[in-house]
């Protein structure tokens, strides 16, 4: 994924997945159950199976089409920055025509919204009762709408209609989507399934110094330590000045850019994680023990100057400044961290980064926390005449983007008057590409690449650009490729390290009542305290006053909403 996908990933998954799913709520729609222009009981006309006479029901097509057509309404998030094909807009677009041309469903808009306002505007009818047909959620919504029973059993149609192609990506995570979005046996939402695999901290490491220092490639996390302090106090750069760093870090702390959480791995800690303990409960990474054996040793790495003395006010891009200025030599990130380089290294030729697996503290293999699989949710309003609809849509998406018909790019992106124009978004019910498939599509990637044959990529989902690239940078060492060719060198170490069970995924995806009041104040508190400690002007110790006053401002509350939750979907 390239780096500004995975940005956007990151920094607004909620409302990438709501902008993209496009469904919102309606104040119109509400008075009646079924949609105007509704079609009629029978099998022909409503595309659904119908119990028969004797009680048989006949066998669901995925893609069977409503004659007369239907029309469904929803509202949606938009963007004011999208453009549209000529002729196009958001009511009139290439999956609004197929919709209708191949399913028999027309989509009607009650209303738009832009993004920032869509979950004011949502929150507004879920109080009010008043909720369209179709619309996009996020967990928290999920929860409360599940709560009130205003929710469609989607259980039998999606059981039904799914198409198999549709199934198999959608339990690409082992079922984890499909679970957050199931309660009291029945599934109440569509997931929009991402791909955690890519969020993996790597050890990023600047092999050209390693080289000019006669030192080996890090294996231990005792090699680690020791490259950082070689990096800090033997002038790597050749200017005669004690001005590098042997690990990099950013004000946030966290993230996928110069993050502490690959070192917190490294002490099997799993910060801003929730975790399940050895008796089945969930509880909060950050504020367990392995997390203060983490800032014991940065704090020990910043006296031992080989942090920035001024880390505490540098975010990322400024980071990334002091990288181009040839400041640091190592630092923790995602495997797209080569775009965040790749200005360092045009400005200082010969300067190279590698990736590796983090090694961990004991020899015991190293996992990586990384995010939920489930980016938001799709729903049907209880009542809804034709829930089937939405699974019909979302089949439509699985075989256009990831399917049979992912060759059709007007469906992807349209380039009109020198411009590209992406139409993927318009898509109603839609989702992305999960563990499983990002997998299957890198293992062809490194196929193609190491035998040179691009055909073996026919059958994959995703990253299929990085073929062309890498193999011009393997033969031809050209520049314009260093940062595609060494993102997939950052796929190849994901693979080989971080898949099964050394990839730890939050338990849990949402926002619960508390977290809404209560988190702003938790994430400042946990971020200003490890600060503290990093930089000296804390001890140690103080990590366990954090973790009293996180538990009584709002974290003991949190954690038993959670667990309640998490019960709720058994």
């Known amino acids: 994924m390239k780096k500004n996908q995975r940005i956007a990933l990151v920094c607004g998954i909620l409302a990438c997945a709501l902008a993209a799913t496009g469904c919102s709520d309606s104040g119109k729609n509400a008075a009646s159950n079924e949609p105007s222009g509704k079609a009629s009981g029978s099998s022909a006309a409503s595309g659904t199976a119908p119990a028969s006479a004797s009680g048989e029901t006949e066998k669901a097509d995925p893609f069977g089409k409503y004659d007369p057509p239907i029309e469904l309404h929803i509202a949606r998030a938009v963007d004011q920055t999208w453009t549209y094909p000529k002729g196009d807009s958001i009511d009139n677009n290439v999956w609004y025509r197929e919709y209708e041309n191949l399913l028999g469903i027309k989509v009607v808009h009650d209303w738009t919204a832009l993004a920032s306002e869509y979950n004011r505007k949502l929150n507004v009818s879920i109080a009010s009762g008043s909720l369209p047909e179709l619309f996009a959620v996020s967990a928290s919504q999920l929860k409360q709408l599940a709560d009130a029973g205003q929710l469609e059993d989607l259980t039998d149609v999606y059981e039904k209609y799914a198409s198999d192609h549709t199934k198999k990506l959608q339990h690409g995570d082992g079922g984890a989507a499909l679970a957050s979005a199931t309660f009291n046996g029945k599934l109440l939402a569509i997931p929009v399934v991402n791909a955690p695999i890519y969020e993996p901290n790597l050890l990023w490491v600047r092999t050209d110094w390693l080289k000019k220092l006669n030192l080996s490639e890090p294996k231990t996390l005792d090699d680690v330590f020791k490259i950082a302090e070689a990096f800090t106090k033997q002038d790597p750069d050749g200017n005669g000045k004690p001005d590098t760093y042997g690990l990099a870090v950013n004000n946030y702390l966290y993230g996928p850019i110069t993050s502490i959480t690959g070192l917190s791995n490294a002490f099997h800690a799993y910060p801003q994680t929730w975790v399940k303990d050895a008796s089945g409960k969930v509880v909060y990474g950050s504020t367990q023990p392995e997390m203060k054996k983490t800032l014991a040793k940065l704090q020990e790495m910043y006296k031992a100057g080989e942090l920035d003395r001024e880390f505490g006010v540098k975010d990322g891009n400024k980071v990334a400044e002091d ?14 961290n080569p775009y965040v380089f ?53 089949n439509l998406h699985e075989e256009v983007v990831h399917g049979s018909r992912r060759n059709e790019g007007q469906f992807i992106t349209v380039e009109e008057n020198g411009e590209r124009i992406n139409t993927s978004r318009l898509s109603v019910v839609q989702s992305g590409v999960s563990d499983q498939g990002v997998l299957e599509s890198l293992t062809l990637l490194r196929k193609a690449i190491e035998t040179e044959d691009e055909s073996l990529l026919k059958d994959a989902l995703t990253e299929t650009d990085k073929y062309g690239p890498t193999v011009d940078y393997l033969k031809t060492g050209n520049m314009e490729n260093w940062a595609v060719a060494h993102q997939y060198f950052g796929f190849v170490t994901t693979m080989d390290n971080y898949t099964g069970d050394r990839l730890l995924m939050t338990t849990f995806g949402g926002q619960t009542p508390t977290m809404t009041d209560k988190w702003a104040t938790l994430d400042k508190l946990e971020k200003e305290t490890f600060t503290k400690i990093i930089m000296g002007a804390a001890p140690v110790d103080e990590f366990d006053t954090f973790v009293a006053d996180w538990n009584k401002l709002g974290g003991e509350a949190i954690l038993k909403e959670i667990n309640d939750w998490l019960s709720a979907q058994k």
């Open 323 to 336: 990288i181009a200025a040839n400041k640091f030599g190592m630092a923790f990130g995602a495997n797209w």
């Open 342 to 394: 790749l200005d360092a290294v045009k400005k200082n030729p010969g300067m190279d980064w590698m990736p590796f697996p983090v090694p961990s503290v004991d020899g015991t293999p190293t996992k990586a926390n990384v995010g939920f699989s489930a980016s938001g949710y799709v729903v049907v309003r209880k009542g809804a005449k034709h829930p089937e609809a939405a699974i019909k849509m979302l």
